[in-house]
């Protein structure tokens, strides 16, 4: 995932884990055994790093209505306008990493399974060509259908 890969600490935790892991046996499994303990590693990683983005999201948002409630009814002292700043930084900065996320989410997904409704959206596309193409005008009440007609 790209957030992974903007991460400072990834680079170094993925070489870490990357060199632990001793398998002997021929290269291909070798790979296959290592892609396998690292998928287990990266999901421990995700987790303690980035947590569970939707619960971060509807934390934040919670702390800035509770912030916002505070305002209204009396203001705001210096520290609580500091921290609904950087409440609200936060609060982009997941919803950003959540649109990324659902956007490769979106195109692995379309790469595994291909466009499975092609037939449905060409057949919906071509009927609005249809729909929408001019096969003739009303001339002076008369109805033409050749270019010579339309260009007098």
């Known amino acids: ?17 990357w060199k632990i892991y001793s398998i002997e046996d021929w290269a291909a499994y070798r790979l296959k055994e290592k892609l396998k303990l690292l998928k287990k590693d990266l999901r421990d990683w995700n987790k303690c790093i980035f947590g569970d983005i939707d619960h971060n999201i ?14 209204d009814a009396m203001g705001l002292e210096e520290a609580e306008v500091i921290q609904l700043n ?14 990324k996320l659902l956007v490769q989410k979106a195109k692995a997904r379309w790469l595994k399974d291909g466009d499975g409704n092609s037939i ?22 008369r109805w033409s259908d050749s270019v010579e007609d339309v260009k007098k």
Do not use: C
């Not at 995932?1 to 884990?17: A, G, R, V």
């Not at 959206?121 to 009440?141: D, V």
């Open 86 to 99: 950087k409440s609200t930084a936060e609060l982009i900065r997941f919803v950003q990493r959540k649109e």
């Open 58 to 71: 509807d934390s934040k948002m919670k702390e800035i209505e509770v912030l916002d409630r505070i305002d």
């Open 120 to 141: 449905y959206f060409h057949g919906w596309i071509n009927k609005n060509r249809k729909a929408n193409t001019i096969e003739g005008l009303l001339i002076n009440e």
């Open 1 to 17: 995932m790209n957030s992974w890969l903007e991460h400072p600490q990834f680079k170094d935790f993925f070489q870490e884990k």
